[in-house]
């Protein structure tokens, strides 16, 4: 069992081609992948997703790019899966991101930055419930 943390492969990332690459690195790094889907946001629900991010000056550009093309969500069980999600996908900004981190290896910039994950176990709840029903989170 272990915990659960919640995902996104960005559209910068999935258009590159490199969403087999970080699903790979994912499961390697010990997650199990609960639920997944591959679809697209339109921009009314990508600003709801980013809600809490309304009053930045980055929210506009941030709806904008999240809905312009097809991503993976995902719902994903570890031990201590949010902070070790985190850890794998590396600083938000990806020229401070680590060395073998998803974002240093596949992130463009801090906007484009290929990979979402969930900030805390309550968020990753809510994320994950806004992608998945009831019936799709075994
Ligand atoms: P994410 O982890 O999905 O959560 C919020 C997102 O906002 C973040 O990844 C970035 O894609 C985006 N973001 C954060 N800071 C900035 C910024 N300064 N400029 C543009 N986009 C940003």
Redesign the pocket.
């Known amino acids: 069992a272990g915990n659960r943390t919640f995902t996104?492969i960005?559209p910068d990332a999935v258009a590159d081609g490199n969403m087999g690459a970080i699903l790979k690195m994912i499961e390697d790094a010990g997650f199990k992948i609960i639920s997944m889907k591959y679809t697209r946001l339109s921009a009314d629900l990508a600003g709801k997703f980013?809600e809490v991010?309304k009053e930045?000056?980055?929210?506009g550009?941030?709806v904008e790019?999240?809905s312009s093309g097809s991503i993976v969500a995902a719902i994903l069980e570890k031990d201590n899966a949010v902070a070790d999600f985190r850890t794998l996908?590396g600083a938000?900004?990806p020229a401070e991101a680590a060395e073998g981190t998803i974002r240093k290896l596949y992130a463009k910039?801090?906007?484009?930055?290929a990979?979402?994950?969930s900030?805390s176990d309550e968020n990753a709840q809510i994320e994950g419930n806004f992608f998945f029903s009831q019936f799709e989170r075994f």
């Open positions: 996104m960005k980013y991010h930045r000056p980055f929210y550009e941030l790019y999240m996908i938000t900004n910039s801090i906007g484009e930055n990979v979402h994950g900030d």
